[in-house]
């Protein structure tokens, strides 16, 4: 079964007073691309996220976020008074415009670098965080994989019915290539027929067969028929197996483009043709869908 590489999963927790929340979202990508945004001190998870996430998906532009939220209880982070009054003594020297007064915000203040200072986690602290961030990412991810695998049955049932739409088409050309070859033949005995007519000379039948079987050798579609209906029996397969295959789903939709492009160029039957059209429209509707495949 395929899975889409679209989805969402998360995962809550409060430990201590702190509340932390994990996020991870999952867009079309064509490798996997990992973004991983964490808080300062929580830095040194990201290594444990990354492996917890490459464990379930192997495709796609991840985004993964933890937020954390220190409850009142927990006490506010100590305010390193010489980097304040640093900013302050600075912004203080500054030269203003005559006629301009200017106030500091103590709030704007608080909000540039080291003005709070966070203690470093210990070594044991550091295991538990890792080991606490590790179980909020495969909590999240196995939310993610759930979203991304029912994403993909609705996904692989829209391919199979593209499937099924295309081999109706198939059968309609396949029905129709062999009256090809025989109409062409009646069109030019007979337009051969009133030329011999008109100029008194008779109708040569095996030069007549010589060209309707060049005719037939330049316009036989046989062997393109052949690797479109392997190509979508290839797709079938694929589409039920269990491992990732929105690549090899790609390129066969490729494969099945070129060899429709092929019977078009080689029939000159007007009912191909347009068989051919939607049969592209078809494909490219495939090739659409199988851009979110993981």
Not at 157 to 170: F, G, I, K, Q, V
Not at 174 to 182: F, K, M, N
Not at 269 to 278: L, M
């Amino acid at each position: 079964m395929i899975c889409s590489m679209t989805g969402f999963g998360s995962a809550e927790r409060v430990a201590d007073g702190v509340s932390y929340v994990f996020e991870i979202r999952s867009v079309n990508h064509r490798y996997l691309k990992l973004s991983i945004r964490l808080p300062d001190r929580w830095q040194f998870c990201e290594s444990v996220i990354e492996k917890a996430i490459r464990s379930r998906v192997s495709r796609g532009s991840i985004s993964c976020a933890l937020r954390i939220r220190t409850g009142d209880e927990v006490g506010a982070c100590p305010i390193n008074h010489a980097v304040l009054q640093s900013y302050a003594d600075q912004l203080t020297k500054t030269k203003v415009p005559d006629g301009v007064s200017a106030s500091i915000d103590l709030a704007a203040l608080a909000a540039l670098p080291g003005v709070f200072e966070q203690p470093d986690f210990d070594d044991d602290a550091r295991k538990r965080q890792a080991a606490f961030v590790r179980g909020l990412a495969e909590e999240a991810g196995e939310c993610l994989a759930r979203m991304r695998s029912e994403e993909g049955k609705a996904l692989e049932t829209a391919l199979r019915d593209l499937c099924e739409s295309l081999r109706a088409h198939l059968d309609t050309v396949l029905e129709r290539a062999p009256l090809v070859v025989d109409e062409y033949h009646t069109r030019l005995k007979n337009r051969v027929a009133v030329m011999m007519q008109n100029g008194g000379h008779e109708l040569q039948e095996d030069a007549l067969a010589r060209e309707v079987a060049i005719y037939a050798e330049r316009s036989d579609i046989a062997e393109e028929i052949t690797r479109l209906k392997s190509h979508l029996d290839q797709f079938e397969e694929l589409c039920a197996g269990k491992d990732p295959v929105g690549r090899t789903l790609d390129f066969l939709t490729q494969e099945l483009l070129r060899e429709a492009n092929t019977i078009a160029s080689k029939s000159g039957d007007a009912v191909v043709a347009r068989t051919v059209v939607e049969m592209k429209g078809q494909i490219d509707r495939l090739k659409e869908q199988v851009q979110n495949v993981e």
